[in-house]
């Protein structure tokens, strides 16, 4: 669902550091921690920047099974790794580079099924942050966001790479989409480098465009899915929850919104009865009426931070790499353990995954699985 919801958080972390193991990684990285069917799947640079590397660990030792790597020039902000979260599907897994290099590799080996380049394939305009959106499978289709004249939106089929169908439009934004039956149609939701947009699943065919009411958004956080009605968060705009009409066009007016809590690259998440979000402090918004009722302006949450929820707790890993849990109660949100991995000022910026018992988490070259139950 990309909603950010697990389905159990412990009710205390750790008092210390105990990691079932770390892994040196090839190089810094921003991109998040993909998991599944026994592997630990990141992409990093060489040590000479010249090079994506996508690495896969195993998930009980931390050994290193395989490595691919390809030659990737350019130049960004924020360095030039990977920035996509890669799709575990199967037995393959996707990732997409920031300079747009598209791979299907077996899981098990890491060898390349196929292979595109989204961006000199699909006329990609030059993006300063590079392509962003994590790849997204959804009724036996890859979706993917080159942000091209003639392909803004295409859809690939899975096994070969061949185009199922491309959608005009323009340029890409910098979050990833997701997939679901919104107004009765199945359709994808996300941003493109100006507006959100739905796109009908089967065709491509855009099925509605909302433009915001404040220009200039960096597009980055997710579209967050609540029953049938989205969820929307920028640094211009707000938050805002949106209802469909039944032809599933958005309905343009927002049901509510909430204009303290605007991210510009952090993605909300629904918790109990609220939106938790981030922007300068921590924010939880009434679902109904999007208006704030819980603050917490501890210095941990001053820059940014990610946050996973499970039904009545939340769970953020700082950019000072703490992780800090709080448990939501009725209206109250109390912090009930918190744990440093990191020395202040580690600026981490890769999403945490979280599979089983443990979470799996990338400061700057370290891999590292940390049990979130005692053994």
Not at 77 to 94: C, E, F, K, Q
Not at 169 to 187: L, N, P
Not at 342 to 369: C, F, Q, W
């Amino acid at each position: 669902m990309r909603d950010g919801k697990v389905a159990w958080l412990p009710d205390a972390l750790p008092q210390t550091a105990a990691f079932d193991w770390t892994a040196e990684l090839s190089g810094n990285g921003i991109g998040g921690i993909a998991v599944g069917a026994g592997c630990v799947v990141v992409g990093s640079r060489d040590i000479l920047d010249r090079n994506d590397v996508f690495q896969c660990f195993d998930i009980n030792t931390g050994t290193l099974l395989w490595q691919h790597f390809y030659t990737a020039p350019g130049q960004l902000d924020y360095g030039n790794s990977p920035r996509a979260t890669p799709l575990i599907h199967a037995d393959l897994v996707y990732t997409l580079g920031a300079f747009g290099h598209l791979y299907c590799l077996e899981l098990e080996t890491g060898l390349p099924l196929w292979q595109r380049n989204i961006a000199q394939d699909f006329s990609s305009p030059e993006m300063t942050w590079g392509h962003s959106g994590s790849p997204l499978i959804a009724d036996g289709k890859l979706i993917v966001q080159p942000g091209g004249k003639q392909a803004s939106i295409v859809a690939l089929n899975p096994e070969s790479g061949d185009v199922i169908w491309k959608t005009p439009g323009i340029a890409a934004g910098y979050s990833s989409f997701i997939a679901g039956t919104f107004g009765g149609v199945k359709q994808i939701i996300g941003s493109d480098a100006m507006t959100l947009g739905g796109w009908e699943l089967n065709t491509g065919k855009r099925v509605w465009t909302l433009i915001p009411p404040v220009k200039g958004d960096f597009m980055v956080p997710t579209a967050v899915p609540f029953g049938d009605e989205i969820i929307v968060a920028s640094e211009n705009n707000g938050t805002r929850r949106y209802r469909f009409s039944d032809d599933g066009v958005i309905v343009t007016q927002p049901v509510a919104q909430n204009e303290d809590l605007k991210p510009d690259s952090h993605t909300p998440v629904v918790c109990g009865n609220y939106v938790f979000g981030i922007w300068n402090e921590l924010y939880g918004a009434d679902l109904k009426t999007m208006t704030t009722k819980i603050t917490n302006p501890d210095d941990a949450f001053a820059v940014y931070g990610c946050l996973v929820c499970s039904d009545d707790q939340l769970l953020s890993l700082t950019q000072d790499g703490e992780l800090i849990l709080m448990s939501l109660n009725k209206d109250r949100l109390k912090i009930t353990s918190r744990l440093a991995l990191a020395e202040p000022g580690t600026d981490v910026l890769s999403h945490p995954a979280i599979a089983g018992d443990s979470i799996y988490l990338r400061i700057n070259r370290t891999l590292m699985k940390l049990p979130l139950l005692q053994r």
